[in-house]
């Protein structure tokens, strides 16, 4: 095993790996996920987390899905039960954070620029300019987007996925990559079903079973305050199950970190 | 897109291979990727050389690996193939599966030019 590069070179292996190419050059045998350096982050990340016996949630969605919403009629729903923080990840502007912070709740703004995803060191940074002392849950809304967000892992725990009613039920088929990373997904938004005939729920779980993810899946709406006691009585749910494996010295990677990754070290 | 984020992860991991093996450069990298990964292996292409101006892999062929979709029933425990938006098992239908390959962005592999005297004591 070399230590420095974290290559999987073990006696067995090392002549396969360092069979010469050609006179003056060599072939090594790497097998790490590239994403490695995020992923380690994102370990320190929830050790953060742990250790204050923090449950960390990563919101995912299309940009205007309800996130900020959804964390607005959840933050009011909790104040008196829990102490909440929010990290907002967006291209541009702290509205989202001021949203937020209007409830009496603290909330850092990531402006990300150009990036379209929030990762590991960005909310790394984040939590340290942040007070974490006595903080029950950490909601990270990462920026709009249903494409790269769910490839970065940033020590959260869960992820939430949402998927508004106006957006289409074949979503999940259209992104597997994201629906596949939910640790629930939220119809959201639907009070506005009954103008939009063409949105079948029970279609948006099938295909998200398709992806073989056997998630939650709750409907609610957050501005007419419809479903919202089964996403409650699920986030108090998770929040004890994080206490009693932080109890353990044990934790929980999301959905999103691929366990394939390990397998195929062990096959490879 | 994050495709340059993910050859800037790329060039990293690459540089450290360089620096540990003591070589002068990579001349080929071989990167697996399953479709599930959500990296675009064209974007990907495009990205690299971009990412890799100036550096010690500049001139190095990537070679990008399509890794298929594969599953393990957990009700059947056939092994079949999959698509990205069906994950199901293809033998009983149950989509209560494993992925075993396709969502993977893996580094298996780089081509080091290292000096001759390095070499001849391998
Ligand atoms: N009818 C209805 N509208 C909603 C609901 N939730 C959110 N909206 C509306 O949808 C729009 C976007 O909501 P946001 O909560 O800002 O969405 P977001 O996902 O945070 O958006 P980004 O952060 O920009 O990605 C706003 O106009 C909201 O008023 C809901 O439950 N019902
Ligand atoms: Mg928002
Ligand atoms: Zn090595
Ligand atoms: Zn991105
Ligand atoms: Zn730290
Ligand atoms: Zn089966």
Redesign the pocket.
Not at chain 1, 61 to 70: E, H, N, Q
Not at chain 1, 188 to 192: A, S, V
Not at chain 1, 220 to 224: D, M, P, Y
């Given at each position: 095993m070399c230590d420095t590069c974290g290559c999987n070179l073990t006696p067995g292996n090392r002549h396969l790996a360092f069979k010469p190419v050609a006179p003056g050059s060599t072939a090594v045998s790497v097998l790490k996920n590239l994403l490695a350096k995020n992923d380690d982050q994102a370990t320190h990340n929830r050790e953060h987390f742990d250790r204050r016996g923090i449950l960390a949630l990563n919101l995912m969605?299309?940009?205007?899905?309800?996130?900020?919403?959804?964390l607005e009629a959840t933050l009011a729903a909790l104040k008196d039960e829990f102490t909440c923080a929010v990290i907002e990840g967006?291209l541009e502007t702290e509205n989202?954070a001021l949203r937020i912070r209007a409830l009496g709740v603290q909330a850092h703004q990531i402006v990300t620029g150009t990036a379209c995803h929030l990762d590991a060191h960005l909310v790394h940074d984040a939590l340290h300019r942040m007070n974490l002392d006595g903080v029950d849950i950490l909601f990270i809304?990462n920026?709009?987007n249903l494409v790269c967000p769910a490839s970065f892992d940033l020590g959260q725990h869960l992820n939430v996925t949402?998927l508004?009613v106006t957006e289409g039920d074949d979503k999940p088929a259209k992104y597997p990559v994201m629906f596949r990373a939910a640790d629930a997904m939220l119809l959201?938004?639907?009070?506005?079903l009954a103008v939009l005939d063409d949105f079948d729920p029970d279609k948006a779980e099938a295909h998200l079973r398709n992806l073989a993810n056997p998630a939650p899946v709750m409907r609610?709406?957050?501005?007419?305050a419809l479903g919202m006691d089964a996403w409650l009585a699920w986030l108090r749910n998770e929040l004890a199950a994080q206490r009693a494996r932080v109890k353990h010295g044990q934790t929980r990677r999301p959905a999103i970190q691929p366990d394939g990754a390990q397998l195929h070290r062990a096959t490879a | 897109m994050h495709e340059l984020a993910v050859a800037q992860a790329l060039i990293e991991q690459v540089g450290d291979v360089i620096r540990q093996h003591r070589a002068q450069r990579a001349t080929r990298i071989r990167v697996r990727i399953g479709p599930l990964a959500g990296v675009v292996p064209e974007l990907l292409g495009n990205a690299f050389p971009l990412a890799a101006t100036g550096s010690r892999m500049e001139h190095a062929v990537l070679d990008l690996v399509a890794a298929p979709i594969t599953v393990r029933c957990e009700t059947c425990d056939a092994e079949t193939e999959a698509t990205m938006n069906r994950l199901v098992c293809a033998a009983c239908g149950d989509w209560h599966t494993r992925i075993i390959s396709g969502d993977e962005l893996l580094l298996e592999s780089v081509e080091l030019e290292t000096t001759p005297s390095l070499t001849s004591g391998l």
């Open positions: 969605s299309s940009p205007g899905s309800g996130k900020t919403a959804l967006d989202d809304e920026v709009g949402l508004s959201t938004k639907t009070d506005l609610l709406s957050a501005r007419r | -």
